[in-house]
């Protein structure tokens, strides 16, 4: 994902010009979730505590590992569960990340005109790094997944002399409300949570 957006509001102004574009200006506070899904934004922004983070350009890394581990995911996937791609999460009143990938519940799908999840439906995200990415991924994103209290998250980043996936792998600590680490996995991704997963993680190189 890209930069952000402040929630830097301008003196009785709604719009701001700049090269022919027009650009919302964020309120003082930023925006509200509800705020977020009335403009009319690039593919892929997120909301992040009340500011707009737009997509950069992504390496062919980051769409092979998205492909990968969707395809492993969904090869055992139960009837009650349901793997997604880049769809909006609704954390709270100013925060809708987009995961890269989500396992959610069945019972939480919309029809074909769905744009959200809620978070109590999401078992599983999945976020793969990118260069100006990293912080959000590594730290930001983590926390608010594990305060919405979602089960499962995974990170994914570009390891090794072969440029392969590696998975670094976390459970929800009720207790503490936090997530825990629980492995990282290179070559082979095999998990019984939130079901059975198996994924050759070097079937990359033929992809």
């Known amino acids: 994902m890209g930069g952000t957006m402040t929630a830097e509001a301008l003196p009785e102004a709604s719009q ?3 090269d022919d574009s027009t650009w919302p200006v964020p309120p003082e506070d930023g925006y509200t979730v509800d705020e977020f899904f009335t403009l009319d934004l690039p593919p892929h922004t997120e909301l992040i505590d009340g500011s707009l983070v737009f997509v950069s ?4 890394f980051h769409t092979l590992a998205m492909y990968l581990l969707e395809q492993g995911l969904r090869l055992h996937v139960p009837e009650a569960l349901r793997v997604r791609r880049e769809m909006a999460v609704v954390l709270g009143r100013r925060n809708v990340p987009e995961p890269d990938l989500v396992v959610v519940k069945a019972d939480g799908e919309g029809g074909l005109r769905q744009t959200r999840y809620q978070a109590a439906d999401v078992l ?4 793969v790094v990118s260069p100006d990415s990293e912080d959000r991924d590594r730290d930001t ?5 594990a305060a919405a209290g979602i089960p499962h998250f995974w990170r994914v ?4 002399e072969h440029d392969r996936p590696a998975v670094w792998t976390y459970e929800y600590d009720a207790t503490h409300k936090t997530y825990v680490s629980t492995g990282v996995h290179r070559d082979r991704l095999k998990l019984p949570v ?3 997963i198996d994924i050759d993680l070097t079937a990359i190189d033929t992809l």
Do not use: I, N, T
């Open 124 to 127: 599983l995200a999945v976020e």
């Open 141 to 145: 994103k983590p926390h608010k997944y």
């Open 157 to 160: 980043e570009m390891s090794g």
């Open 194 to 196: 939130p079901y059975d």
């Open 16 to 18: 701001l010009r700049r």
């Open 57 to 60: 350009p992504q390496r062919k």
